[in-house]
């Protein structure tokens, strides 16, 4: 059915009113102001007293004025069809704005997905307060590692170290050279050999495409990212073995059995996730965090120094490799690397702004 007022097309085959101009939808054997089915030879709407329209007359009898009953009905009756009128295109507009927020969100995903990742791809971590560092009494820990309370805001981070997968496209898209694989395989292996600095134009160019601020986590969001509520050496618990991540597994931790030494990368979904769906937090390869190293944990844990090419001061790095020992991958293991250093045990993980990215949708 259409309005034959304005030409929208009329859903409701009951509808009494065009949702888009509030025009009168009269039909044959339906009084015209109300809508109500009439009685057979009615001259009045036995619902509003409206005078009985004669279709078959000329239209100027459609204009006789109704007597003082039918104006006595009519005048209340007026209030409740603008309301309704109203209603209904208060609910088309609505209507309106989700379908456009439907398309929106569907628009980014396409764009994500050209990119080589899914909506699926990240795991939302609620902001909270933890103790960052190591107990003092923790095995093999470092003066470096000192524990503190610390406080970080919500922030969504990837599943898995950034793959070659993902990377290639974005090195395809600018015409720049891929980094060497060491012939281990590319596809869902973690990307190595990356400087912080090209690690930073991943996340500048995965932002422009998404429509999202694509970021390095700070060390604080790694941290407790990587421990997922837990407070031991590992999410894994006191000890952690080959099985549950890629180190050297010719070195033992806290009573863990020796196990297989792999001598490179493995596929990042290879391992358990931890409590939080993070695959690879412990072992397989270093990432590069946002934030500046600080040997006494003044502050900078917290900062994400950005891109600054005149910074050359050395940035974190978390998380172990697949070369090290069992106690270089504990939650609260530390190192440091300068930004132009690019190496098979480095790749990076990328975190997104939750504030901005909730404003997009």
């Not at 456009?100 to 939302?124: M, T, V, Y």
Request: charged share 25%; proline share 6%.
């Amino acid at each position: 059915m259409q309005c034959s007022h304005c030409q929208h097309q009329i859903e409701d085959p009951e509808a009494l009113f065009c949702a888009q101009c509030g025009h009168s939808l009269c039909r044959a054997g339906h009084c015209h102001q109300c809508g109500k089915r009439l009685q057979q030879n009615a001259n009045f709407c036995d619902r509003c007293g409206t005078p009985v329209r004669d279709h078959s007359a000329p239209s100027s009898t459609a204009t006789t004025q109704p007597t003082n009953l039918t104006l006595h009905h009519i005048a209340p009756l007026k209030g409740i069809i603008e309301a309704e009128v109203q209603h209904h295109v208060a609910a088309a507009q609505v209507k309106r704005s989700q379908e456009r927020a439907a398309q929106k969100e569907k628009a980014r995903q396409a764009r994500l997905l050209k990119c080589g990742l899914n909506e699926s791809d990240w795991i939302d971590i609620s902001g909270g307060t933890f103790l960052m560092g190591s107990p003092a009494d923790e095995k093999d820990r470092f003066e470096n590692e000192r524990q503190h309370e610390v406080t970080v805001d919500s922030f969504e981070i990837l599943k898995t170290p950034v793959t070659f997968e993902m990377f290639d496209i974005f090195c395809d898209d600018v015409r720049r050279s891929r980094p060497p694989d060491e012939t281990w395989g590319r596809g869902n292996r973690p990307v190595i050999n990356i400087t912080y600095w090209t690690a930073m134009d991943y996340c500048d160019w995965l932002s422009q495409r998404t429509d999202a601020n694509i970021r390095l986590p700070t060390e604080a969001e790694w941290e407790y990212a990587c421990r997922a509520g837990t407070t031991g050496p590992f999410w894994t618990g006191d000890n952690i073995s080959p099985e549950q991540a890629n180190f050297d597994g010719n070195y033992t931790y806290g009573g863990s059995e020796k196990g297989p030494s792999r001598g490179q990368t493995t596929p990042v979904n290879l391992f358990p996730p931890n409590p939080w769906g993070l695959h690879d937090m412990h072992g397989n390869v270093w990432e590069w965090c946002a934030s500046v190293y600080d040997d006494a944990y003044s502050g900078l844990e917290l900062l994400d120094a950005g891109y600054k090419e005149d910074d050359r001061r050395e940035r974190v790095v978390r998380g172990g490799s697949w070369h090290n020992v069992p106690s270089g991958l504990r939650s609260a293991a530390r190192n440091k690397l300068v930004p132009s250093y690019h190496y098979l045990r480095v790749g990076f993980r990328i975190a997104r702004d939750v504030k901005r990215h909730e404003q997009q949708d």
